[in-house]
């Protein structure tokens, strides 16, 4: 017969055996909840402390340069993400104290806290440092000595100055390996007088690439007949205004006339090379005399380096050692992480290649563009043809502003199109310390032969331009132009197409110019620029 329930004693047995395993599947559920980390476990912290170094090492392995460190924070740039063109800025910190926080920032935003209660976080770079010699600081003699002697009279010859008969000499000085610059400050030559009533102008003119005068003129004094004799006499003409000049530089002495049939007659020699006449009548048309000179006799101050060198050193990130610690309880981890670009350790950083607009170029991710126009309003883009600039009267300025007060790289590349103005100019007012800065210009002139006439110009106040150094003669093609701004001595040191032309004073003072810019462009002429580069050191 078929059982149709259970006993009592059945029923009981069952609900003790119920309890039993109801009991050991709690237990058993207790101690496998234990296993899975809460909101404050150990096992938690390190998983969000491997997050945030994969996040900061991946970020920062695309680092294209770095503009802040310590121990416990780091700014870099990385390039554009979203597809506007505009690098992006990126900043992590921790508070440097016990349970502390760790920040990110991102574009210049609000920083965002991304882990709390952090003992520990350290950041070391392994860096690669790139040394860079430059000359120290050049010195200009006291007194003048005789560079050039040209006083022999062996071959003598008589030389008219006549309307459209001009003659001159070139300098060319001899220097000792030590000489940066030579600056001339007078000359003295044998003349005598021929009609009356007779003037002449003494000139001192750059030379150009063929070593004949230009049609610029530095500085000019009056020669009348009625200081002259009949015989040959030693004439004096000083020099107060004429600029420092490459030692591979020349500059030419014209007499050119300016009253009278014949002005006035100039001795020549044959024993020296140098003379300078004008040809066919016109007197813009000069030939060059390897067998002849003016006897002649040319002072000057030499600029001198004892040869010592100095060094500046760019750094460059090739890795860095992270440690992070959440709690006292939880690991401390830590990792090397390389940088995929070696970015560079710098302040500040501005950079154009003609790609695109120059003024929506933000290539330091400050979120704004890294140069402006002079004045405002937009840049014409049909200045911009195959990634060269040209300009015509239009002046960008690197935004925002900047002191320049580090150790200052400033690299152009650069030529003037059209006789006229500055040329091609670049201006920089460095080292600046509230009110007080060293103002720094470039000028490139395009001269009326073809070639170029670069010279570098500080000031000592401001109305006061002093040139540091002239270099003529250069081709018509893009000048390569080299600076060094260094606030130790402080001195500006410059380099042209490659090749090291010295180390010169720079002067602060107190200017109200308050500019915080640099700038390149032209004022008057046509100029172009291929190539735009400005690095403030850490």
Known sequence: MMRCGHTLTELTVALLISSVLALGLTSTMAVTMRMFPSGQSAATQSLQAVQIIDRLSTELESAIFVSERSSTSIGFTVPDRNGDGIAERVHYGWSATPNGLITRQYNGGSAVTIASGVQQFTLTPNLRSVSE????????????TLLIDYSSVSGVGNN?????????QN???TLAPDVIAWRPTRVRFM???????????????PANANIVPTTTVHEQAILNDTSLSTAYTWQEFAFTTLDPIAPEGSICLVLAN???SKSCTVQSSSSFPGLVKTSGGDVNSWSYNTGKAIVCQLYGKRVTNDGTQ?????????????????????PNLRTSNSMLNHPELLSGFWELKFLQDPTTKDVNGDGVGDWVVNGGGALNMATIVNQVWQ???????TNPGADFAKTTIVDLRLRNTTVGGNGATFTINALRSGSTCAPVMAYLKLESDGTQTLTIWKKTADNTPVALLTVSGLSNQMVDLHLII?????????SVNGVQKGSFGLTKFESADGSRAATIGSNVSNAEFSYARIRVME
């Open 133 to 144: 010699s430059f000359p120290t600081l050049g010195t200009e003699e006291l007194s003048d």
């Open 160 to 168: 008219d100055i006549t309307p459209t008969g001009w003659f001159g």
């Open 171 to 173: 300098f060319k000085a």
């Open 191 to 205: 003349v005598k007088r021929n009609a009356v009533p007779g003037t002449t102008l003494m000139q001192m003119r």
């Open 258 to 260: 300016q009253l009278g």
């Open 310 to 330: 100095q060094n500046i050193n760019t750094n460059y990130m090739m890795s860095a050692d992270l440690t992070l610690e959440m709690t006292s309880s939880s």
């Open 391 to 397: 300009s015509s009267g239009v002046v960008l300025n």
């Open 486 to 494: 260094e606030p130790s001595a402080p001195l500006l040191s410059i």
